[in-house]
């Protein structure tokens, strides 16, 4: 969920003359984190790895399982810790609920535990948490957000207005009651369940000087071109214009903890290229506001609507151009291992000189350098105004508390993040957190994602496989934008480097271009993600020869757990992104016109509820 702490908020343009203050106190934060953890290691055995689970809460409405605003509090703070293998929080929309494991997992945990821990968990919330009323839907968006009435009824939410004043008030109409958004599709009362996302909601459109217009282009059908939807402002697109289609979507993260700030730098930078590949074969989020889009997941949709940038900093001509919005891919390699080279690091983005200054100054005075490498993702981190600003929120913080770094940074929403230790006096490692993949609506796809993750961070953290995935940044980032295409698991290629086995970064740099089963299987010029993770499990039964049979079923069960996302690059098992779109385009009420109507909007919420409940998606 993020960063927030008790206190009292100040609007963005209130707490604009503290921004430098919190940033200079974030950087010394960081500086003594550097200095305490720099050289922190655990023992191999102590390293672990914990999920993320978003989900929406649906609510059986006469006899059927629907789609729907939750108004009511949930007594989440007296129920957790009754929880034996949870721990559970709100999430931005009133509607959603996030998840972890109550203790994180062995870096070793056999897929079938996992498997077997992420269905207890489920079934945990909804026998004790949300009621029999309730279930949770595994699944990335809400494809009638924002439709309707399904988001926009009248709730009996304000009864502390006087009865006229309420009368009044609800007889505005929806954009100019809607004060932290002004949205004219969605309801901001279904926000206000975390005061987290209400003040990014208003902080953002008051950093912006203007509201969320995102345009996402739609699917064009056969019909879309002469019967498009009359209330969309801009022809063939389809409009947002808050940042519910972000964060009220759900996602599914994974953290892993690494032995040491040198592996994490270097898990970190690994991560980073395999994030086009997890966001293909994780789509699930076709359509956008009851529209079918040109897009698979709901990366771009957040990309889009938590933008905070302002004119000038959307602007390619202006010299305070900004290339990117606060939610977005990694812009900057962080490793410090002779393989990284600089020239990866292609992008030109603009970065916070005098925080890069202040860090070098400080790490001075506690008697280190902080190495080249370095510097830019310290002066990216901090080049993000701070999202949350509490009176006060300078004085008297306990020396051991790093709330300033984490206010900043939790607020960067890239698609990996390099996580320092929560506080000075923590006993926990340099994680990294892998964060682009969509939802999925069985635990056996996400557990594939899950299993997939941390075979790619076992095989890459361990010293002897010497393996270099580097391409530049630039490519990178165009993988990204071809990851969210329609059907791009199997129309589209990516840039993959060729000679991956380079033990001192003096290898030639070749870049090839492969399709996910390539890169899951291999090719005439790339073994395969599968063959370098069973030689892999061969070198450490050589090593380890007391264990060769825990290791060999070890890789069995992971193989057969992916085995989904194999089927999927393959072309044998769809996506949930594109069951849905089958659903959609072949039910006998669908015009073709790219929008899903009331009836097969009705049809389709109750074949998602379905699905995420058994296993029609073979």
């Given at each position: 969920m993020g960063y927030l702490m008790n206190g009292t908020l100040l609007s963005y343009d209130d707490g604009r003359k503290s921004h430098d203050q919190i940033r200079a106190l974030g950087v010394q934060e960081f500086i003594k984190v550097l200095k305490k953890y720099?050289?922190?290691?655990?023992?191999?055995?102590?390293?672990?790895?914990?999920?993320?689970?978003?989900?929406?809460?649906?609510?059986?409405?006469?006899?059927?399982?629907?789609?729907?605003?939750?108004?009511?509090?949930?007594?989440?703070?007296?129920i957790e810790?009754?929880?034996?293998?949870?721990?559970?929080?709100?999430?931005?929309?009133?509607?959603?609920?996030?998840?972890?494991?109550?203790?994180?997992?062995?870096?070793?945990?056999?897929?079938?535990?996992?498997?077997?821990?992420?269905?207890?968990?489920?079934?945990?919330?909804?026998?004790?948490?949300?009621?029999?009323?309730?279930r949770l839907l595994l699944l990335s968006m809400v494809p009638n957000l924002g439709v309707g009435d399904y988001f926009m009824k009248k709730p009996n939410i304000h009864q502390d207005m006087d009865?006229?004043?309420?009368?009044?008030?609800?007889?505005?109409?929806?954009?100019?009651?809607?004060?932290?958004?002004?949205?004219?599709?969605?309801?901001?009362?279904?926000?206000?369940?975390?005061?987290?996302?209400?003040?990014?909601?208003?902080?953002?459109?008051?950093?912006?000087?203007?509201?969320?217009?995102?345009?996402?282009?739609?699917?064009?059908?056969?019909?879309?071109?002469?019967?498009?939807?009359?209330?969309?402002?801009?022809?063939?697109?389809?409009?947002?214009?808050?940042?519910?289609?972000?964060?009220?979507?759900?996602?599914y993260q994974q953290?892993?903890?690494?032995?040491?700030?040198?592996?994490?730098?270097?898990?970190?930078?690994?991560?980073?290229?395999?994030?086009?590949?997890?966001?293909?074969?994780?789509?699930?989020s076709p359509i956008a506001k009851g529209k079918l889009t040109q897009y698979d997941l709901r990366w771009p949709y957040a990309c889009g609507?938590?933008?905070?940038?302002?004119?000038?900093?959307s602007d390619p001509t202006s010299s305070k151009y900004v290339p990117k919005p606060r939610f977005c891919s990694v812009s900057f390699y962080t490793s410090?291992?002779?393989?990284?080279?600089?020239?990866?690091?292609?992008?030109?983005?603009?970065?916070?000189?005098?925080?890069?200054?202040?860090?070098?100054?400080l790490a001075k005075e506690e008697g280190f350098e902080i190495d080249d490498k370095l510097l830019p993702?310290?002066?990216?981190?901090?080049?993000?105004?701070?999202?949350?600003?509490?009176?006060d929120m300078c004085k008297d913080m306990p020396p051991t508390s790093t709330c300033h770094l984490d206010n900043i940074q939790s607020c960067v929403w890239t698609s990996v993040r390099l996580k320092p230790p929560p506080s000075l006096d923590s006993s926990i490692s340099w994680r990294v957190e892998f964060r682009p993949c969509d939802q999925n609506l069985t635990a056996e796809e996400n557990v594939a994602t899950a299993v997939l993750v941390q075979m790619f961070a076992q095989l890459v953290t361990?010293?002897?496989?010497?393996?270099?995935?580097?391409?530049?940044?630039?490519?990178v980032d165009e993988n990204i934008s071809r990851a969210v295409k329609k059907d791009a698991i199997t129309s589209q290629k990516f840039w993959w480097r060729k000679n991956i086995i380079d033990t001192a970064g003096y290898s030639k740099d070749e870049y090839i271009e492969l399709s996910l089963e390539e890169w899951l299987i291999g090719n005439k010029d790339f073994p395969g993600f599968y063959h370098l993770y069973s030689e892999f499990i061969d070198e450490l039964i050589s090593s380890n020869p007391d264990k060769a049979e825990f290791y060999r079923a070890f890789r069995e069960e992971c193989f057969r757990a992916t085995e989904i996302i194999l089927q999927r690059a393959q072309g044998k098992r769809m996506t949930t992104a594109a069951l849905i779109r089958k659903f959609v385009t072949e039910h006998s009420a669908y015009e073709k016109n790219s929008v899903v109507n009331e009836v097969v909007m009705a049809d389709l919420q109750e074949f998602l509820i379905q699905a995420s409940h058994t296993d029609i998606l073979e």
């Open positions: 720099k050289d922190y290691v655990i023992p191999e055995h102590e390293l672990k790895w914990g999920d993320e689970v978003e989900a929406h809460m649906i609510r059986n409405i006469d006899g059927k399982w629907k789609i729907t605003p939750i108004f009511e509090t949930l007594p989440i703070n007296e810790p009754t929880l034996e293998h949870t721990k559970v929080m709100p999430e931005a929309g009133s509607w959603m609920i996030e998840f972890t494991p109550k203790d994180p997992f062995p870096l070793w945990v056999s897929p079938k535990e996992y498997l077997k821990h992420y269905k207890i968990r489920k079934a945990e919330i909804e026998e004790k948490v949300i009621g029999k009323e309730y009865p006229e004043e309420r009368e009044k008030f609800y007889a505005q109409s929806l954009e100019e009651r809607n004060e932290l958004t002004r949205s004219v599709y969605f309801d901001d009362d279904l926000l206000l369940s975390l005061p987290r996302y209400y003040w990014i909601a208003f902080n953002i459109l008051q950093r912006r000087r203007r509201k969320q217009e995102y345009k996402v282009p739609v699917y064009m059908d056969i019909n879309t071109e002469r019967n498009y939807d009359k209330n969309e402002p801009f022809k063939n697109f389809v409009h947002l214009d808050a940042i519910v289609w972000g964060c009220g979507n759900t996602c953290t892993f903890s690494t032995k040491d700030f040198d592996t994490a730098r270097h898990l970190h930078d690994q991560f980073v290229v395999l994030v086009p590949f997890a966001l293909c074969w994780t789509a699930a609507v938590l933008d905070d940038r302002t004119i000038e900093e410090n291992r002779q393989i990284c080279k600089t020239k990866y690091n292609d992008l030109k983005y603009p970065i916070h000189q005098g925080a890069i200054q202040m860090a070098q100054q993702h310290i002066g990216y981190i901090f080049s993000r105004d701070p999202m949350f600003v509490f009176k361990y010293e002897k496989t010497k393996l270099n995935f580097y391409i530049p940044i630039s490519l």
